[in-house]
Each structure stands twice: as C-alpha cells, then as structure tokens.
C-alpha cells in the first residue's frame, strides 16, 4: 500500500510539474508516420522555431507538426531511451502514441510554431 501511495504521488509531481515551472503541457496522439535520430546539436526546425532535439517524430494526422526530446548522457538519459524504444516499438507496430508537449521556451506552440518539445509519452493500441 505504501509503494502504491508513493508512485501515485510522484506520478501526480510528473502531471503538474510543467504548469510548477510556468510551461503550458499540451497533447496530442496518433499514428507514426516519421521518426528521426540524428547528431547533438544538429536541432530540427527553422530557426525561428527549431528544437534541440536527437528524437523528432511527426504524427501521420499532423505532418506539418514535428516533436522530439533529447539522447544526452544526463539525468534524464534512462528515461529518454525508454521513450525512444517505446517510439520504435509503436512506428513498427503502428500503435497509437500520445505526448505531452511545450514549445521550446515553455509556451505554447501556436501557429506559426510547428515544433514542441516532448515531456512525456506513452503508447496504446
């Protein structure tokens, strides 16, 4: 009981945890239709709204939008690849993915942005 009571808790801090820091959490989901890894530093985007990211994803409902979040060796680099093997296994087996996402600068990402940086994702089928 009490590890339930614990990851109910800090699965509550990860869903308010952007609106804490001032971000806007949006979503979106659908179908895989891109999925890209390139080089550090390289970004995707213009650069009026690029995204430093080494993962971009594109849904198939939404081609003009593009998401992705980084492959760096900090702190978040566990659960990174976790997101990145969880994209694979959805692009091969054409499930559905959902992300929580914020534009670059924690703003929302409204026209004419057309890239958000992923939080969180998870996959159904």
């Not at 009026?48 to 990211?53: F, G, H, L």
């Not at 959805?90 to 940086?117: C, H, M």
Request: charged share 20%; glycine share 8%.
């Amino acid at each position: 009981m009490k590890n339930t009571t614990i990851i109910l808790c800090a699965l509550l801090l990860f869903a308010i945890m952007p609106e804490i820091f001032g971000q806007s959490l949006q979503q979106t989901s659908g179908k895989l239709s891109f999925l890209r890894i390139n080089e550090v530093g390289s970004g995707f985007g213009p650069n009026s709204d690029s995204i430093d990211s080494e993962v971009i994803i594109k849904f198939a409902n939404n081609t003009n939008m593009a998401f992705g979040f980084q492959l760096r060796n900090d702190k978040n680099s566990l659960v990174h690849q976790g997101m990145l093997d969880l994209l694979r296994d959805a692009f091969d087996k054409d499930y559905k993915v959902t992300i929580n996402f914020t534009a670059r600068k924690g703003n929302d990402v409204r026209p004419p942005d057309k890239n958000g940086e992923i939080l969180r994702l998870w996959i159904t089928k």
